[in-house]
């Protein structure tokens, strides 16, 4: 039988994730709160309901693309009593562990399964199909996520049990903004002793350097085409976005009772550059903030 899909949040992520199901025959009932994402989303073809009670009523499958825990909180508390019996919920939203985790217990208590599915790949990889899964949940359920998830797919990963998708995407998004600043600061550097972008590039990438920052994502037009440096930093992956990442792994070494002084650090020189209006760039323009003002 082919289940029916409530799908809430037709954001950036989401529009295009729907898009995809669509075009693989799933059964789509899409809602967003917000009248420009429904406008946006009808605009690229997809139907949206009136109200998230039309949507998820008696769905199979539930979901969610929504900015942060208590978002997705908020859906389930409205949306759980009125799926179809022992339906299943997969969050694919980019949320803290206590949340996730807290939304596991709830679906637990209606006997419905879950799954945390954050991804990585950005909006890129939701219009290709080629997005990471990060699933988080037990086997029965993250098996019965997978079919679900494959059109929107290129990866799946399960991580373990309930909210460690969201623990693999915090700490994977660590690692990128920590080697994101090292680059850039490479860079700034190589800069005031004379070194080109591309000499630096040359050794680096084929050295113990290497890295995802240097060799996807070069901060520096030149080097790597396809880079957002190349496009006037236009996002690619918004700093608001990894200044978000960074506050939801520095909230779980707090709670873990784990100091991670670089993820600190890196946390508040994207928090910086946000506050002086980089928030909407491509997190690589880091690289314009660390080089500071430009000389009289
Ligand atoms: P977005 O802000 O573009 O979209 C979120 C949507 O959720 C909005 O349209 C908003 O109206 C809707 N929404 C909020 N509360 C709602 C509610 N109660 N009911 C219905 N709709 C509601 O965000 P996005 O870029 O699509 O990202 C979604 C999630 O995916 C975030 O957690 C983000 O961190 C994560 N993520 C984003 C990217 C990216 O490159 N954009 C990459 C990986 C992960």
Not at 38 to 57: D, Q
Not at 244 to 271: H, I, N, V, W, Y
Request: proline share 6%; glycine share 10%.
């Amino acid at each position: 039988a082919n289940p029916t899909i409530a799908f809430v949040g037709l954001g950036n992520m989401g529009r295009p994730m729907v898009s995809r199901l669509l075009s693989a025959g799933t059964h789509v009932r899409a809602f967003d709160a917000s009248p420009t994402a429904v406008e946006a989303s009808r605009a690229a073809g997809i139907e949206v309901s009136a109200t998230l009670v039309e949507a998820v009523t008696d769905a199979d499958v539930l979901v969610t693309m929504l900015p942060a825990g208590r978002h997705v909180a908020a859906v389930c508390e409205e949306a759980y009593p009125l799926l179809a019996t022992g339906a299943l919920h997969i969050d694919c939203s980019s949320i803290d562990i206590a949340s996730a985790q807290a939304i596991h217990a709830s679906a637990a208590a209606r006997d419905l399964q879950s799954v945390d599915a954050p991804v990585s790949g950005g909006t890129g990889g939701a219009t290709a199909g080629t997005l990471t899964f990060m699933l988080g949940g037990d086997a029965a359920a993250v098996e019965r996520a997978r079919p679900i998830l494959e059109p929107m797919a290129g990866r799946m990963v399960h991580c373990g049990a309930a909210a460690a998708g969201q623990a693999a995407k915090i700490c994977n998004n660590m690692i990128l903004g920590i080697s994101m600043v090292g680059v850039c600061e490479a860079f700034a550097l190589a800069e005031k002793l004379g070194l080109s972008h591309q000499a630096l590039f040359d050794v680096a990438s084929k050295s113990s350097g290497q890295c995802w920052s240097l060799t996807s994502y070069c901060p520096v037009p030149g080097p790597v085409p396809a880079s957002p440096a190349n496009n006037g930093y236009r996002p690619g992956f918004a700093a608001a976005l990894m200044s978000k990442d960074l506050g939801l792994s520095q909230a779980a070494a707090g709670d873990a009772g784990l100091e991670t002084p670089m993820g600190a650090l890196a946390r508040s020189l994207f928090d910086r550059f946000v506050e002086e209006g980089g928030g909407e760039r491509d997190f690589s323009a880091m690289i314009e903030f660390l080089r500071g003002p430009a000389p009289a």
